[in-house]
T-cell receptor, first 115, second 114 residues
Framework: KQEVTQIPAALSVPEGENLVLNCSFT??????LQWFRQDPGKGLTSLLL?????REQTSGRLNASLDKSSGRSTLYIAASQPGDSATYLC??????????????FGTGTLLAVQP | DAGVIQSPRHEVTEMGQEVTLRCKPI?????LFWYRQTMMRGLELLIY????????DSGMPEDRFSAKMPNASFSTLKIQPSEPRDSAVYFC????????????FGDGTRLSIL
C-alpha cells in the first residue's frame, strides 16, 4: 500500500531564506508526483507536477525534484516571502498495474515565513 | 474561468439529518473527484467520475455516503443519515484528463455534524 510522508510537519523561517520541504513515498511505481499549496479555508492549488520520467520541474522561485528509485521528492523555495506561508502537500499518482486517476496525499508541511 | 464551485461553503446540522453537498466542475473537464479532509486522516479520495460515470468509489466510507453526477456540469455528495464522525472539509476537484494534468480544487464545504 502506497504511503506518503512529509517532513517536517511544520516549519518557521525568516523572510528571505531558502528552504526545502521533503516528501517520501513507499512504492516507487508512480505515474507522477504533484506539489500543492493550501491556504487556510481554501482548496488546493497545484504548484508543480513531475512525471515519473522527469527529475525536476521549475516554476519561478519553486523547484521540485523527484528521485523515484529512492521514493523521495523535495520542494525548494528560494528567497521565501511572507506570502509563501501556507500548507504544502505532495501527492503521488500510483501505478497499480494499470491506469488510475487516484492521488495519494501526504499530511502536509505547514510553512510560516516571518517578515 | 470560474473554477470549481462548491456549495454550501459551510453546513452545520444535527446528527441523523440528510446532507447534500454540491459541485460544479470546470467546463470541459472530464474527471470529477470528491475528497474528504480531516486532521486525523488528511486528504482522502472518496470517489471519482469520468464522463459522468463513477469509476472508483472504493474510498466511500460506508453505505450512508452516495455520489451522483447527472450531467457534465453538476455532481452531488449525499450523506444519509449523517453522524458526528462525518464532520470534515469536503473538496470537489476536476481535471481535463486522466492524470497528467493537475486537478483543480474548489474551496470546499466545511461540514459540522452536531
Amino acid at each position: 500500500k502506497q504511503e506518503v510522508t512529509q517532513i517536517p510537519a511544520a516549519l518557521s523561517v525568516p523572510e528571505g531564506e531558502n528552504l526545502v520541504l521533503n516528501c517520501s513515498f513507499t512504492d516507487s511505481a508512480i505515474y507522477n508526483l504533484q506539489w500543492f499549496r493550501q491556504d487556510p479555508g481554501k482548496g488546493l492549488t497545484s504548484l508543480l507536477l513531475i512525471q515519473s520520467s522527469q527529475r525536476e520541474q521549475t516554476s519561478g522561485r519553486l523547484n521540485a525534484s523527484l528521485d523515484k528509485s529512492s521514493g523521495r521528492s523535495t520542494l525548494y523555495i528560494a528567497a521565501s516571502q511572507p506570502g509563501d506561508s501556507a500548507t504544502y502537500l505532495c501527492a503521488v499518482r500510483p501505478h497499480y498495474g494499470g491506469a488510475t486517476n487516484k492521488l495519494i496525499f501526504g499530511t502536509g508541511t505547514l510553512l510560516a515565513v516571518q517578515p | 474561468d470560474a473554477g470549481v464551485i462548491q456549495s454550501p461553503r459551510h453546513e452545520v446540522t444535527e446528527m441523523g439529518q440528510e446532507v447534500t453537498l454540491r459541485c460544479k466542475p470546470i467546463s470541459g473537464h472530464d474527471y470529477l473527484f470528491w475528497y474528504r479532509q480531516t486532521m486525523m486522516r488528511g486528504l482522502e479520495l472518496l470517489i471519482y467520475f469520468n464522463n459522468n460515470v463513477p469509476i472508483d468509489d472504493s474510498g466511500m466510507p460506508e453505505d450512508r455516503f452516495s455520489a451522483k453526477m447527472p450531467n457534465a456540469s453538476f455532481s452531488t455528495l449525499k450523506i444519509q443519515p449523517s453522524e458526528p464522525r462525518d464532520s470534515a472539509v469536503y473538496f470537489c476537484a476536476s481535471s481535463p484528463d486522466r492524470g497528467n494534468q493537475p486537478q483543480h480544487f474548489g474551496d470546499g464545504t466545511r461540514l459540522s455534524i452536531l
